[in-house]
């Protein structure tokens, strides 16, 4: 079965960085493109970064030049480093991929950024 586990999340002022852990099982991780989702309470769901299994990536306009995504294969995990983080980027931020066309979710961990 396929799991997705977020770790890294916490509290920090603006203008600081964090780094978030996506830690997956339960499928041939390196063939599949992952994906950084955030949701602030009230907001949609909001894509933050993607990565295919060959190391492209994609960024929402909000946080480019801000965020990396990245992952290694050996270790079935992705990354979100963030740096220059703003009070707007906080939210619960989501592990996600999509398996011949059912979406897995993590449970999401929260990035609060507050002074």
């Known amino acids: 079965q396929v799991q997705l586990v977020e770790s890294g999340g916490g509290l920090v002022q603006p203008g600081g960085s964090l780094r978030l852990s996506c830690a997956a099982s339960?499928?041939?991780?390196?063939?599949?493109?992952m994906h950084w989702y955030r949701q602030a309470p009230g907001k949609q769901r909001e894509l933050v970064a993607a990565i295919t299994g060959g190391g492209s990536t994609n960024y929402g306009d909000s946080v480019k030049g801000r965020f990396t995504i990245s992952r290694d294969n050996a270790k079935n995990t992705v990354y979100l480093q963030m740096n220059s983080l703003k009070p707007e980027d906080t939210a619960v931020y989501y592990c996600h991929v999509n398996r011949y066309s059912v979406d897995h979710w993590g449970q999401g961990t929260q990035v609060t950024v507050s002074s």
């Open positions: 339960g499928f041939f991780f390196r063939i599949f493109a």
